[in-house]
């Protein structure tokens, strides 16, 4: 049963694609309104160099905007709990610029950096940060009290208990801010790709649909959820080798 479980979702994505391809030639579908499974792959095979050309460019700022955004999130995480202060003044506004959608303040980000990558990488280092910051600040401040009573006992300096307390027993909250943050700065590229650039995935996505090319436009989308895909997956095992939680529930 465990071994079924394990092939169960291929076997639906296995299912669907195929009632897809038998639905596109049974009722007739037009191509540029949903094109059938076979179509896609054919139009990815054909332009499979402008796809991998433009994904290296989707993959660049989605690197360093989510690298940004965790390392600003774990940071401003620590210093909010070494500082309540701090804590107190910034929370509240963090919290309140989640509410403003980040396309709309793109003409701005456009105004001050210019056209180039500077405001991709902004908009998914926002996405990614506010994820990143909930779920460490929810981890350190999660930590066991007997451990920490247990590490003043002994005087340990801040950085012991930071290093042996603290930041192992946040790991798993941490993690899966990571997730949530990869998720959100997918879409951040995206976005940011549609606003400013003529370059990457998702100025492929919007010139396919401008020319009605939808079976390219598929090709695009399938290339973004398995990159999506196999980040989530390395960033899974990169915490199942870091937490010993993760370990235990493998």
């Known amino acids: 049963m465990d071994r079924f479980n394990r092939f169960l979702p291929g076997i639906t994505i296995i299912a669907i694609l195929a009632f897809w391809e038998w639905a596109s030639i049974a009722w ?3 191509e540029f309104i949903l ?20 994904m290296w460019t989707t993959l660049g700022v989605l690197a360093a905007g989510y690298a940004v955004g965790v390392i600003f999130g774990v940071g401003l995480a620590i210093l909010m709990m070494l500082l309540p ?17 980040k396309i709309a303040i793109a003409p701005l980000l456009i105004l001050w ?3 180039g990558v ?46 042996h307390v603290r930041l192992p027993s946040a790991v798993p909250h941490i993690f899966a801010g ?3 943050a990869l998720t959100v700065s997918v879409i951040g590229a995206v976005v940011g790709e549609w606003v400013v650039g003529n370059r990457g995935l998702g100025y492929l996505l919007l010139a396919y649909n401008a020319s009605l090319s939808t079976a390219k436009l598929f090709a ?28 235990l529930m493998k």
């Open 220 to 247: 695009a989308l399938a290339l973004i959820v398995a990159i999506s895909a196999i980040l989530f997956y390395l960033i899974t095992r990169l915490e199942k080798a870091l937490s010993w939680r993760a370990r």
């Open 113 to 115: 950096f210019g056209v």
């Open 178 to 180: 990571l997730k949530l």
């Open 28 to 30: 007739g579908i037009k």
């Open 118 to 163: 500077e405001p991709k990488i902004f908009i998914i280092a926002l996405l990614a940060f506010f994820p990143v910051l909930i779920n460490t600040v929810t981890g350190l401040e999660g930590t066991d009290k007997g451990h920490l009573e247990l590490m003043h006992s002994v005087d340990a300096r801040f950085w012991q208990v930071y290093r």
């Open 85 to 101: 202060p701090v804590r107190s003044a910034l929370y509240p506004l963090i919290v309140a610029s989640q509410t403003i959608p």
């Open 35 to 54: 094109p059938a499974p076979s179509v896609i792959v054919r139009a990815a095979i054909e332009n499979w160099r402008e796809l991998v050309d433009n």
